[in-house]
């Protein structure tokens, strides 16, 4: 069973930046590359929508249309961290981060809430002048 426990979310006017950062613990015999790790955002009265992914077994990221070019996805194993840099940030991005972690979840369904049974407790980000 793995932790996972985010960070770095906060209050930050349109245009600025964040790093949020995902910490996994609990892998014991595992790598950080042995799961597909994701970022989720859920606003208020929307559904949770995918971010962005981490594929494991080389570590191919996949983006949502809405942040390409913006958001940027990176991996430290050592830490056994995976982060979040969004930069250009719109009022649009404001909602609960989450972090999701999965062995199992293909490439083309990586955006799928259901691909995922390891979830982090979320962290608040609010776009707002």
């Known amino acids: 069973q793995l932790q996972l426990v985010e960070s770095g979310g906060g209050l930050v006017q349109p245009g600025g930046s964040l790093r949020l950062s995902c910490r996994v613990s609990?892998?014991?015999?595992?790598?950080?590359?042995?799961?597909?790790i994701a970022w989720f955002r859920q606003a208020p009265g929307k559904k949770r929508e995918g971010v962005s992914c981490?594929?494991?077994?080389?570590?191919?990221?996949n983006y949502a249309d809405s942040v390409k070019g913006r958001f940027t996805l990176s991996r430290d194993d050592a830490k056994n961290t995976v982060y979040l840099e969004m930069n250009s940030l719109k009022p649009e991005d404001t909602g609960v981060y989450y972090c999701?972690?999965?062995?199992?979840?293909?490439?083309?369904?990586?955006?799928?809430?259901?691909?995922?049974?390891?979830w982090g407790q979320g962290t608040q980000v609010t776009v707002s002048s």
């Open positions: 999701a972690a999965d062995r199992y979840v293909g490439s083309t369904s990586w955006f799928i809430t259901g691909m995922y049974d390891q």
């Open positions: 609990g892998l014991t015999l595992d790598t950080l590359d042995d799961y597909n």
């Open positions: 981490i594929m494991s077994r080389g570590g191919i990221r």
